[in-house]
């Protein structure tokens, strides 16, 4: 699955992501440039990811086996939320929300 993204007339349509796994869950970072996205590695671990639309470059944010997924990024672009699997016992299902630090990334509007 790959993401696009395309103007409100229907005119422009733009290919993100190229690779063969599955990306989803994209989100706008408040600068205009970037967004972040749900990436699929193989077998199943579910990885945040921050996109550039100028340089086609992705930066992998987190690093876990459990599910990571549905990312936003606040209005300022300091801080992504996301939800979790890690921490959940064994076997069990149960999502978490966290808060990430991403200032240094330089996501704010006008950035």
Avoid at 5 to 11: F, L, M, V
Avoid at 29 to 54: C, S
Avoid at 57 to 68: E, I, K, M, W
């Amino acid at each position: 699955m790959s993401l696009y993204t395309i103007r409100h007339d229907g005119s422009g349509l733009w290919r993100l992501t190229d690779d063969a796994g599955t990306n989803w869950a994209p989100f706008p970072a408040p600068d205009g440039r970037h967004y972040v996205f749900v990436k699929m590695l193989p077998p199943r671990n579910y990885e945040i990811y921050l996109g550039d639309l100028e340089s086609s470059r992705q930066v992998r944010l987190t690093f876990n086996d459990a599910f990571d997924g549905f990312p936003a990024l606040s209005p300022d672009g300091h801080w992504l939320l996301f939800t979790s699997g890690r921490g959940a016992a064994g076997g069990v299902r149960q999502l978490t929300e966290y808060v990430m630090d991403v200032s240094s990334l330089g996501l704010g509007p006008g950035k």
